[in-house]
Protein backbone atom coordinates (compact mmCIF):
# COMPACT_ATOMS: atom_id res chain seq x y z
CA UNK A 1 0.00 0.00 0.00
CA UNK A 2 1.73 3.19 -1.49
CA UNK A 3 0.64 6.01 0.82
CA UNK A 4 1.11 9.97 0.48
CA UNK A 5 0.26 12.33 3.51
CA UNK A 6 -0.81 15.27 2.05
CA UNK A 7 -1.61 17.49 5.89
CA UNK A 8 -1.41 15.73 9.19
CA UNK A 9 -5.27 14.53 8.44
CA UNK A 10 -5.70 13.83 5.08
CA UNK A 11 -3.59 11.07 2.72
CA UNK A 12 -3.99 9.57 -0.35
CA UNK A 13 -3.49 6.10 -1.66
CA UNK A 14 -3.42 3.68 -4.75
CA UNK A 15 -6.07 1.40 -5.02
CA UNK A 16 -6.92 -0.55 -2.04
CA UNK A 17 -7.39 -4.16 -1.23
CA UNK A 18 -9.46 -5.11 1.74
CA UNK A 19 -5.89 -6.32 3.35
CA UNK A 20 -4.48 -2.69 2.46
CA UNK A 21 -8.13 -1.77 4.97
CA UNK A 22 -6.66 -3.84 7.73
CA UNK A 23 -2.89 -2.06 7.42
CA UNK A 24 -4.53 1.39 7.43
CA UNK A 25 -6.36 0.30 10.15
CA UNK A 26 -3.11 -0.46 12.05
CA UNK A 27 -1.32 2.87 10.82
CA UNK A 28 -4.07 4.99 12.77
CA UNK A 29 -5.91 5.81 9.99
CA UNK A 30 -9.97 6.39 11.10
CA UNK A 31 -11.73 7.01 7.34
CA UNK A 32 -11.39 5.63 4.05
CA UNK A 33 -12.71 7.32 1.09
CA UNK A 34 -13.14 5.65 -2.45
CA UNK A 35 -13.13 8.02 -5.26
CA UNK A 36 -13.12 5.06 -7.27
CA UNK A 37 -16.02 4.34 -9.78
CA UNK A 38 -17.21 0.39 -9.44
CA UNK A 39 -15.59 -1.48 -12.37
CA UNK A 40 -12.81 0.71 -13.87
CA UNK A 41 -10.61 -2.21 -13.76
CA UNK A 42 -11.64 -6.04 -13.73
CA UNK A 43 -9.01 -6.50 -10.52
CA UNK A 44 -10.08 -3.98 -8.59
CA UNK A 45 -12.33 -4.45 -5.38
CA UNK A 46 -15.96 -3.25 -5.40
CA UNK A 47 -16.95 -0.47 -3.31
CA UNK A 48 -19.95 -2.75 -0.98
CA UNK A 49 -16.98 -5.14 -0.37
CA UNK A 50 -14.30 -2.58 0.54
CA UNK A 51 -17.01 -1.20 2.96
CA UNK A 52 -18.21 -4.11 4.55
CA UNK A 53 -14.19 -5.06 5.58
CA UNK A 54 -14.46 -1.35 6.81
CA UNK A 55 -17.00 -1.66 8.42
CA UNK A 56 -15.50 -4.53 9.94
CA UNK A 57 -12.53 -2.81 10.93
CA UNK A 58 -14.08 0.14 12.51
CA UNK A 59 -13.13 2.50 9.57
CA UNK A 60 -15.64 4.92 8.18
CA UNK A 61 -15.98 4.37 4.78
CA UNK A 62 -17.58 6.86 1.86
CA UNK A 63 -18.08 6.34 -2.01
CA UNK A 64 -17.44 9.22 -3.83
CA UNK A 65 -16.71 7.57 -7.19
CA UNK A 66 -15.12 10.21 -9.79
CA UNK A 67 -14.67 9.28 -13.38
CA UNK A 68 -11.49 10.17 -14.90
CA UNK A 69 -11.31 13.70 -16.57
CA UNK A 70 -15.26 14.83 -15.13
CA UNK A 71 -14.82 15.92 -11.47
CA UNK A 72 -18.14 17.93 -10.68
CA UNK A 73 -18.82 20.83 -8.25
CA UNK A 74 -21.20 17.75 -6.37
CA UNK A 75 -18.21 15.94 -5.95
CA UNK A 76 -15.97 18.18 -4.68
CA UNK A 77 -18.79 19.20 -1.75
CA UNK A 78 -19.41 15.61 -0.95
CA UNK A 79 -16.07 15.23 -0.36
CA UNK A 80 -15.12 18.59 1.73
CA UNK A 81 -18.82 17.95 3.88
CA UNK A 82 -17.26 14.70 4.68
CA UNK A 83 -14.23 15.26 5.21
CA UNK A 84 -15.21 17.86 7.29
CA UNK A 85 -17.12 15.62 9.75
CA UNK A 86 -15.09 12.41 9.44
CA UNK A 87 -12.81 11.37 12.13
CA UNK A 88 -8.91 11.75 11.26
CA UNK A 89 -6.56 11.17 9.55
CA UNK A 90 -8.44 9.82 6.73
CA UNK A 91 -7.40 7.93 3.32
CA UNK A 92 -8.61 8.93 0.43
CA UNK A 93 -7.75 6.55 -3.14
CA UNK A 94 -8.34 6.30 -6.73
CA UNK A 95 -6.32 4.05 -9.50
CA UNK A 96 -3.09 6.40 -8.82
CA UNK A 97 -4.37 8.43 -5.88
CA UNK A 98 -3.94 11.53 -8.60
CA UNK A 99 -8.30 12.01 -8.47
CA UNK A 100 -8.08 11.81 -4.53
CA UNK A 101 -5.93 14.67 -4.02
CA UNK A 102 -7.17 16.98 -6.88
CA UNK A 103 -10.57 16.55 -4.57
CA UNK A 104 -8.70 17.32 -1.73
CA UNK A 105 -6.87 20.62 -3.41
CA UNK A 106 -10.19 21.40 -5.01
CA UNK A 107 -12.43 20.82 -1.52
CA UNK A 108 -9.60 22.63 0.56
CA UNK A 109 -9.74 25.89 -1.62
CA UNK A 110 -12.70 27.39 1.00
CA UNK A 111 -9.97 27.62 3.76
CA UNK A 112 -6.06 27.56 2.01
CA UNK A 113 -4.89 29.76 -0.52
CA UNK A 114 -4.26 28.64 -4.40
CA UNK A 115 -0.81 28.79 -3.10
CA UNK A 116 -0.85 26.80 -0.15
CA UNK A 117 -2.48 23.85 -1.94
CA UNK A 118 0.22 24.01 -4.60
CA UNK A 119 2.83 23.75 -2.25
CA UNK A 120 1.19 20.94 -0.19
CA UNK A 121 0.40 19.23 -3.24
CA UNK A 122 3.47 19.75 -5.19
CA UNK A 123 5.76 18.46 -2.12
CA UNK A 124 3.46 15.24 -2.47
CA UNK A 125 4.74 15.14 -5.60
CA UNK A 126 1.50 15.76 -7.27
CA UNK A 127 1.93 19.13 -9.99
CA UNK A 128 -1.83 20.85 -9.86
CA UNK A 129 -0.54 24.36 -11.20
CA UNK A 130 -3.24 23.65 -13.85
CA UNK A 131 -5.33 24.02 -11.06
CA UNK A 132 -4.18 27.40 -10.27
CA UNK A 133 -7.07 29.55 -12.19
CA UNK A 134 -9.86 27.39 -10.52
CA UNK A 135 -8.17 27.55 -7.09
CA UNK A 136 -7.83 31.30 -7.04
CA UNK A 137 -11.44 32.03 -8.54
CA UNK A 138 -12.65 29.64 -5.49
CA UNK A 139 -10.35 32.16 -3.14
CA UNK A 140 -11.96 35.19 -4.79
CA UNK A 141 -15.29 34.09 -4.41
CA UNK A 142 -14.57 33.34 -0.44
CA UNK A 143 -13.57 36.49 -0.03
CA UNK A 144 -16.72 38.31 -1.84
CA UNK A 145 -18.94 36.25 0.44
CA UNK A 146 -16.95 37.61 3.47
Not at 16 to 22: A, F, H, R, S, Y
Not at 50 to 74: F, K, M, N, T, W
Not at 102 to 114: E, I, K
Request: aromatic letters at 6%; hydrophobic letters at 40%.
Amino acid sequence: MKVTKLTPNISVAHQLTEQDLEAAAAAGFKTIINNRPDGEAPDQPRSEALSAAADRLGLAYRHIPVVPGQLSDEQVEAFRAFLNDAQKPALAFCRTGTRSATLWALAASDRLSANEILQTTSEAGYDFEALRPQLESAAAKRSSDS
